[in-house]
């Protein structure tokens, strides 16, 4: 049972990754005028994307100094998600034997 759980938040913590990935490369087609956001389904997913990472990110960035339009706090979010999940396969190894 606990085990399930411990899957569960893997899967859970490896979507929230793709999720910040795919928020992430669509922030840069949009920089870079690829996706034309006028578009009503673009723009209501673009805003949904940022809606679900924004909360992750405030805190990274607060701590994070400026580096002048870069923002790194994605992959600094995903390396504390990878570092998680790392911890999350340890402890569920531990109890499962």
């Known amino acids: 049972m606990l085990l399930s759980l411990f899957q569960i938040l893997d899967l859970l913590l490896r979507v929230l990754t793709y999720i910040i990935i795919a928020q992430a490369i669509l922030s840069w087609l949009v920089a870079f005028n690829v996706i034309n956001n006028h578009n009503d389904f673009v723009r209501s997913f673009l805003s949904a994307l940022d809606r ?10 607060r701590i ?3 580096f002048g339009g870069i923002d790194f706090s994605p992959m600094v979010l995903i390396l504390l998600i990878y570092v998680l999940r790392i911890l999350l396969n340890g402890v569920a190894t531990s109890v499962a034997y």
């Open 64 to 66: 994070l100094p400026d």
């Open 52 to 61: 679900m990472t924004e909360p992750l990110y405030r805190p990274i960035r």
